[in-house]
């Protein structure tokens, strides 16, 4: 299971990795709220846990930011010495679902981030993202710019199949395969080329939506 740990100073993240890693957690440490944006924009982990003092932006910035960009999804854990009553408030205001204070005990925070995932289920997220679209696999709706978008099911399956597999092409027999001939019919090779040409006119031709010649289709953040 997967963590963000977005911290500047080095032998904490270090230490906070190792302890976690030994428990089957894998820690991707971040130094800065750029690069945690980057990083949540291509992958979202089980959990973040975040600091509050950082290079070029404060941690209850960042909070704010993930819940607006992914709502409850993702569960947020605060990491930091301030510790005065307005600042916990504050990170609770900003979307916090827990708060530990530094200096701490590894095995306090191993005990806080296990009761985080059992509540929210250590689930995976129920919205992917790639640039500025947004599928949303609960309702089975898609947004471009926080725009629905109407989808026939061929549409919203191709792209749902793209999404879950961002960053890798797929070829064009797989995607036959997995969105229209699980029932083992025969569909001509046509219906993906017009499908996609659909979906990208529908999105307004986004670029996150790259053709790989003669071989397939690769959805990746271009932004």
């Known amino acids: 299971m997967e963590i963000y740990y977005v ?42 846990i975040i600091d509050w003092n950082l290079p070029d932006e ?16 993702l569960p947020v854990l605060f990491l930091t010495v301030k510790g005065e009553t307005e600042d916990i408030v504050n990170g609770f205001q900003n979307g916090a679902d827990d708060y530990v204070i530094k200096p701490f005990a590894l095995e306090v925070l191993y005990s806080r981030i296990l009761a985080i995932l059992r509540r929210t289920g250590g689930a995976e997220s129920k919205e992917l993202y790639c640039d500025d679209i947004r599928l949303d696999k609960e309702k089975m709706a898609v947004y471009r710019e926080d725009e629905e978008v109407a989808l026939s099911q061929p549409e919203y399956q191709l792209l749902l199949y793209l999404m879950e597999h961002k960053g890798k092409t797929v070829t064009r027999e797989k ?10 019919n025969y569909v001509n090779d046509n219906t993906l080329t017009v499908t996609v040409k659909r979906l990208r006119e529908k999105l307004g031709n986004p670029a996150c939506i790259r053709t790989v010649r003669s071989f397939g289709y690769r959805m990746e953040d271009t932004l």
């Not at 209850?60 to 960009?69: A, M």
Request: with cysteine; proline share 1%; net charge negative.
């Open 7 to 48: 911290e500047d100073d080095r032998d904490i993240a270090e230490g906070v990795k190792t302890y976690l890693e030994v428990r089957d957690f894998h820690v991707t440490i971040l130094e800065s709220v750029s690069d945690a944006k980057q990083a949540l924009m291509k992958r979202q982990p089980a959990i973040i």
């Open 58 to 73: 404060s941690g209850d910035v960042l909070c704010g930011w993930i819940r607006r960009r992914f709502g409850e999804n």
């Open 175 to 184: 995607l036959l395969a997995e969105v229209w001939d699980m029932n083992g």
